[in-house]
Every structure is written in structure tokens, then in C-alpha cells.
């Protein structure tokens, strides 16, 4: 399923409509194809024509260097960073051990 479509607004003597567009985003092709439906429905009835097609075509940019090296780093710093949020943990449970220790 790619979606759902609320039409609020749709008089064909003056050709004015207005639909909004729910769109699943978990398909990375709705985004294209499913506003589409709804503007080829549109413009068969503003043209009058049963017959017409609104064809759309998408064609994706290739990943970027940027973008690949990006993906390579972003597991280090992340286990960077949560090695020191753990170390950080375990210093301050053993130095509060020793001075609940001292203190009773």
C-alpha cells in the first residue's frame, strides 16, 4: 500500500482541486508514484479525455563519496562514544563505593 489521499476541494467548472497525499514512506517508490495516481485522475477529468496518461520517471543520484564515508565512520564514533559514556559509568559507581566506604 502506498498511501492514502483526502481530497477537500474539487469543482471541475472553474478546474480547481486540492487533495493531500498520507504516503507510506517505508516504500521508497510512493513518493513518486502514488501522487501521480491522483494527478493523472485529476487531469482526465479537467481534460475531458478517459484515454490520458501522466507518466513519471525516477531516477535516483548515485551515492556520493561523501555519503559512503559517512557511513564508514559514523559505527566508530559511535562506539567511541558509548565507550566513554561506560568508562565514565564506571568510574563513578567505584568512587562513590569508596566514599560511602570512607564516610561510614
Not at 83 to 89: H, P, Q, R
Amino acid at each position: 500500500m502506498y498511501g492514502t489521499y483526502e481530497i477537500f476541494h474539487a469543482n471541475k467548472t472553474s478546474q480547481e482541486y486540492k487533495f493531500v497525499n498520507y504516503i507510506n514512506l517505508t516504500s521508497d517508490l510512493s513518493v513518486v508514484t502514488f501522487p501521480a495516481y491522483m494527478y493523472e485522475s485529476i487531469l482526465k477529468v479537467a481534460t475531458g479525455d478517459p484515454e490520458f496518461e501522466f507518466k513519471t520517471r525516477s531516477t535516483p543520484y548515485p551515492i556520493t563519496y561523501e555519503i559512503r564515508r559517512r557511513t564508514a565512520t559514523s559505527d566508530a564514533g559511535a562506539i567511541i562514544f558509548f565507550a566513554a559514556i561506560s568508562y565514565s559509568i564506571v568510574i563513578t559507581v567505584t568512587i562513590s563505593y569508596l566514599v560511602v566506604e570512607r564516610i561510614s
